[in-house]
């Protein structure tokens, strides 16, 4: 039976993403203005002890240029930061020739601008894409380059470049965007809080010598960063865990339509299927720093999961919570299998 069409349910599901892209940050700032007219406002009632006649407003106008502003800052420099958190470093032909020249001829085939090529140090056999604002980049690791078969790698490197020509990649590149000031947010809250605790922990303000003024002040003001704090916390995790969930999701879907895309590039189902079995038998072998090195925001990005792992590293966002960034890897590698049977590829058999 014949796979239902990848590509269309990838472009309809990316138009739903990018209207959640950019209303989820609309929605996370009127939380907080929701809250500041009300949890905020009686704070202030309370700290001045008299009514308060305003309300907080945040003009939509001002607010839809800073949200499309930022999408527009994360398409062009979010691709800089997830290639600098996985050290990758871009090469020229010089360093790689078979593998640009394997680059160059399926980029016109495919009939994409030919992406630049970056290439990480690292015991894990993974790569993945990303674009925004120029042309895009492919990258893999060392470590794939010695593991697999020159036929594999071209299926590999077709499945990357399935990525930018359904622009997925993009819309992947401009989903963290949300993800990113969240969890800056909310760890400037837990820190905020933390420097309290430790402060009030080592005696600070046990004395009597102060007045009654200076006391309620001081406990106003501490009353008031505490709960401004507390509700930052809330929110901002709030939005993160809801962000990085949505993200998680639309990583899942978009792998399939990749593979089927790769398939078509190479016209074998087989060779596509052997790389990712290479790799996902590989990766109970692979040292847990080197894991922790590719973890991060560009786990959802990989050609193959790192939640295939054999260790119990808590650094990592558990799978417990958050569903896991990719489709199983056995049921994509059975799906490549009974694509090359439908097709007639015949389908070399490993051990």
């Given amino acids: ?12 599901r990316m138009l739903v993403a990018l209207g959640l892209i950019v209303c989820l940050p609309f929605a996370f700032v009127y939380t907080f ?7 905020g406002i009686a704070l202030l009632e309370w700290a001045n002890e008299r009514p308060y006649h305003g309300e907080f407003y945040v003009d939509p106008l001002v607010l839809t ?12 420099f979010g691709p800089r930061t997830v290639l600098g958190s996985v050290g990758a470093r871009a090469v020229d032909a010089s360093e790689y020739p078979e593998l640009h020249a394997t680059v160059t001829r399926l980029s016109t ?13 690292s015991g894990v056999p993974n790569a993945f894409a990303v ?43 401009v989903a963290w965007l949300l993800p990113t000031l969240t969890y800056y947010l909310a760890t400037a809250a837990f820190y905020v809080l ?4 430790r402060l009030f922990g080592s005696g600070f303000g046990g004395g009597s010598s102060r007045g009654e003024n200076d006391g309620r002040g001081l406990v106003v003001a501490i009353v008031v960063i505490v709960v401004c704090a507390v509700v930052t916390l809330t929110v901002s995790a709030m939005f993160w865990a809801a962000s990085v ?25 087989a060779a596509l299927a052997g790389a990712l079995e290479k790799i996902d038998e590989s990766m109970p ?17 990989y050609l193959a999961p790192l939640e295939s792992r054999a260790f119990g590293s808590k650094e990592l966002v558990s799978t417990d919570i958050f569903p896991d960034t990719h489709p199983p890897t056995q049921e994509r590698i059975e799906r490549l299998r009974d694509l090359a049977a439908e097709t007639g590829t015949v389908t070399e058999t490993r051990r």
């Fill in 65 to 76: 240029v800073v949200v499309l502003g930022g999408l527009v800052v994360q398409y062009y």
């Fill in 194 to 197: 933390y420097g309290l605790y």
């Fill in 131 to 173: 674009a925004g604002g120029g042309t895009g980049r492919i990258v893999v690791t060392s470590e794939l380059l010695e593991t697999l078969e020159d036929e594999e790698l071209e299926a590999v490197v077709a499945h990357e470049l399935a990525h930018l020509k359904n622009r997925d990649a993009n819309l992947m590149t």
């Fill in 245 to 269: 969930l949505f993200y998680r999701v639309l990583s899942r879907q978009r792998e399939y339509a990749a593979d089927r895309a790769a398939t078509a590039i190479t016209g074998s189902p």
């Fill in 33 to 39: 203005v929701f809250l500041a007219n009300t949890i």
């Fill in 285 to 301: 072998d692979v040292p847990d720093a080197d894991l922790r090195k590719l973890d991060g925001g560009a786990e959802a990005l």
């Fill in 1 to 12: 039976m014949s796979a239902p069409d990848t590509s269309q349910t990838l472009r309809l």
């Fill in 109 to 121: 085939q495919v009939d994409v601008a030919k992406p630049d090529v970056a290439i990480v140090r």
